[in-house]
């Protein structure tokens, strides 16, 4: 399964860092792409909860605008 999220207020490598490391505690999550560029990660794992996605990116600091 793959899910992708759109992320606001990301704008440099230590704000694409937060945000992996806070994806990769997901219960599920096998693999997590952080692209600063286009304001996007890709998780890739089992049974991914877009509840539980989103809130993780907001406990880092950050706004997710969209998970799909």
């Known amino acids: 399964m793959e899910k992708t999220i ?3 207020g990301m704008g440099c490598m230590n ?3 937060h ?3 806070a ?9 997590v792409n952080v692209s600063l560029d286009d304001g ?14 989103a809130n ?6 950050y706004t997710p605008v ?3």
């Open 6 to 8: 759109k992320i606001e």
């Open 15 to 17: 704000c694409v860092k």
């Open 19 to 21: 945000v992996s490391a």
């Open 23 to 31: 994806l990769e505690k997901v219960e599920g999550v096998n693999k």
């Open 40 to 53: 996007m990660a890709k998780v890739e794992g089992n049974d991914l909860n877009d509840q539980a996605l």
């Open 56 to 61: 993780a990116v907001k406990e880092a600091g």
């Open 66 to 68: 969209s998970v799909r």
